[in-house]
């Protein structure tokens, strides 16, 4: 027979017993449907965590202080070991440096007339703003003059305005009042939304460093540095520039630990993805379990078939039909069964996953690698669970199987 | 005619042993025979005799366990399965008792399957063709697109026929092709038979009846595995004019 033939052949005997067929198809299109939304999920919290990580800034590198051993006992996070000494050495020596930027922060009650808030204030230089991929979306940023002359100039993110400035009011050229410090409103952060980690980004208020650093911490220590590298590229030379520079600074010995820890976004995006990646493959195991019951359905639906046909069988095989013709036309049922079923589950993976989007609000991302590996399974699934019973029907001895009642 | 002086079935001191539940049985032993083109050849017996074994040994369904069947010079028991089914297709043609048509298929579609088995060979204009003519040639020309559920027995018999001869072949092979049906139907199907056989075709009939075996050219009769009887029929008798002279079978409620 050849292949045309041999497919209307298996299209036909499918038909016949349709709502068999269909039930047979049930296990695979489940495992489909699985691996299309568990995989759609997935990369859609991947990009959305990716997303947010990005939205840190691009090329962005991250200083923290890492305490030195004391007698060898580590003294935690937090401790202090970042001066401003250290940004300027890296704003001078790391050519791989775009942007650099220290970071001091506390959190205080601020006030505008009857309105308070508690919140965070955090004192950086002007070139913070294009570092982080933040603007002024009203009013402006400040200026190097402003940091030179610790100006009492903030700006304030959505959540801080609209704490304070309720109703609506304008709150640029308005004065707030930070602790007991009076600060001039001179703009609004764009809105940023959550963090990675699920920070609100627009409650906070944004200072000159220095204004933060003279009149409310009192202290020469940064909490942390941000630093921009030229281009991805620059990422690594970045890193080992600011390592040997705040080395130097520090006066540490060849010998001497870091007692700072510089981080890249890759690697917060890996420890973000090696979650989901986990999530993921769980779920993809499920749906392998599945498409496995789904196999086995068909390989158990195709001897029945075997079992009802010997009699076509035989006949078939006494007008001249090889045991190739008999093998090939049952093995050809099992894949059209499983294929039509690996069809059927995408499509209703792709709905459930726009259903997903559209109830839960969850982020989808439909892959075509997800779709051609569930076809590719589905093939291996019909050939390797029809071998068997295509094998079984290919051997039968025709008298037999022409007497077989 | 130096084709039909040899024949187009040879058989030579054939076995066929069964072993079942350890014991052995021999239904055909050591069978002799020849069969010349354009033969129709009827081969009786009782129930156990042989009969139907032998058919299909001479059908290449089954395999002789001692001796050699040659098909038009050719020893069959070298040919490996797939060389037989390929020699099946090519020259065989079947006729069984209860039909065999594949369930709920049309007519049309039971003619065409030898067909799709030569692969590319035949188009679809062209099948097409040879199944109208063969059904044609067993009446059946107003009935193509039933369904096999919706035919009479004798109207199924006729589309297995069709079926059978659709690859125009050089042997039929009947098992009991009658059995099944009422003396009127019996002797149109053997009508067809006959007609078959008068253009060329040659036929081997298994049946027990004697009155479908007087149809024949040639009776051959089996006991016990073993041919008692091989005597040429001076006078078949024809089955379409047999047919005329059975008497209308009157309805007893349409009587008048």
Same mark, same amino acid.
């Given at each position: ?12 005997? /499918? ?25 759609s ?17 691009? %090329?962005?590198?991250?200083v ?53 808030? %508690? ?29 030179? %002359? ?45 963090s ?8 906070i ?25 030229? %281009? ?21 010995a ?27 493959? /769980? ?29 076509e ?9 090889t ?9 050809i049922?099992?894949?059209v ?13 792709l ?12 982020r ?22 029809g071998?068997y ?11 037999d ?5 | ?33 020849s ?19 032998f ?23 070298e ?11 090519d ?10 048509l ?21 188009g ?10 063969a ?28 079926r ?27 009508a067809?038979v ?41 006078q ?5 004019e ?15």
């Amino acid at each position: 027979m050849n292949i045309f033939n041999l497919f209307i052949t298996a299209f036909r005997a /499918l038909l016949k017993n349709g709502l068999r067929t269909l039930l047979t198809m049930l296990g695979i299109i489940i495992g489909v449907a699985a691996v299309i939304v568990m995989e759609s999920i997935g990369k859609g919290s991947e990009a959305d965590i990716t997303s947010r990580i990005n939205s840190l800034g691009s %090329n962005m590198i991250i200083v923290a202080p890492n305490p030195k051993m004391v007698n060898g006992v580590k003294m935690g996070q937090g401790g202090l070991t970042l001066e401003y000494k250290d940004v300027a050495m890296i704003k001078r020596y790391c050519s791989a440096v775009k942007y650099c930027s220290p970071l001091v922060a506390l959190t205080q009650q601020v006030k505008y007339r009857a309105n308070n808030w %508690n919140t965070r204030i955090i004192g950086v230089l002007p070139e913070y703003f294009p570092l982080r991929g933040m603007w002024a979306m009203q009013g402006t940023t400040f200026t190097d003059e402003d940091l030179r %002359n610790t100006s009492k100039v903030c700006i304030i993110g959505k959540t801080v305005r609209d704490n304070l400035f309720p109703g609506g009011q304008d709150p640029v050229g308005k004065t707030i009042v930070v602790g007991s410090i009076p600060l001039k409103v001179i703009g609004i952060q764009n809105e940023r939304g959550q963090s990675a980690t699920g920070n609100d980004q627009d409650d906070i208020i944004i200072s000159p460093y220095t204004t933060v650093q003279d009149r409310m911490v009192q202290s020469l220590y940064v909490n942390v540095i941000f630093v921009s590298a030229k %281009n991805a590229d620059d990422i690594k030379k970045a890193v080992s520039q600011i390592t040997y520079s705040i080395r130097t600074s520090h006066h540490l010995a060849t010998t001497d630990q870091d007692d700072f820890l510089v981080k890249t976004l890759a690697d917060l995006m890996a420890a973000a993805e090696g979650v989901t990646q986990v999530l993921t493959l /769980l779920l993809a195991s499920v749906a392998a379990i599945s498409l496995l019951v789904g196999g086995i359905g068909i390989m158990n639906i195709m001897f029945v078939s075997v079992t009802e046909r010997t009699r076509e069988i035989g006949t078939r095989l006494a007008i001249g039909a090889t045991s190739f013709d008999v093998m090939w036309q049952l093995l050809i049922e099992a894949l059209v069964i499983s294929l039509l079923a690996g069809i059927l589950g995408i499509i209703s993976g792709l709905i459930i996953t726009k259903l997903i989007t559209a109830l839960a609000g969850w982020r989808t991302v439909v892959t075509s690698s997800s779709i051609i590996i569930s076809f590719a399974v589905c093939t291996v699934i019909g050939i390797f669970f029809g071998w068997y019973p295509a094998r079984k029907a290919a051997n039968l001895n025709p008298i037999d199987a022409l007497r077989y009642e | 005619m130096e084709d039909s002086a040899k024949p187009v079935i040879e058989v030579k001191d054939v076995w066929r042993t069964f072993v079942t539940g350890g014991t052995p049985f021999s239904a055909l032993r050591g069978i002799n025979l020849s069969v010349m083109p354009k033969e129709l050849m009827a081969i009786m017996g009782a129930s156990g005799s042989g009969k139907s074994t032998f058919m299909n040994m001479l059908g290449c369904l089954d395999r002789p366990t001692k001796g050699k069947y040659f098909f038009n010079g050719i020893d069959t028991t070298e040919k490996s399965n797939t060389e037989l089914a390929l020699l099946r297709r090519d020259n065989f043609g079947f006729v069984f008792q209860s039909y065999n048509l594949l369930p709920r298929t049309t007519s049309y579609e039971n003619v065409e399957l030898p067909l799709l088995y030569y692969g590319y060979k035949y188009g679809k204009s062209q099948r097409r063709d040879m199944v109208m003519a063969a059904l044609k040639q067993v009446g059946l020309e107003e009935k193509v697109y039933n369904k096999t559920n919706e035919l009479s027995g004798g109207q199924q018999q006729r589309v297995a026929i069709a079926r059978a001869i659709i690859n125009n072949p050089k042997v039929i092979f009947a098992d009991e092709p009658t059995g099944n049906l009422d003396t009127r139907t019996s002797f149109d199907i053997m009508a067809i038979v006959q007609s078959l056989n008068e253009k060329g075709t040659t036929v081997v009939i298994v049946t027990h009846e004697p009155d479908i075996a007087d149809f024949a050219k040639r009776k051959v009769v089996f006991k016990d595995g073993q041919i008692i009887s091989d005597e040429p029929n001076q006078q078949p008798k024809n089955a379409a004019e047999e047919r005329l002279k059975l008497p209308e079978l009157k309805e007893p409620g349409v009587a008048k």
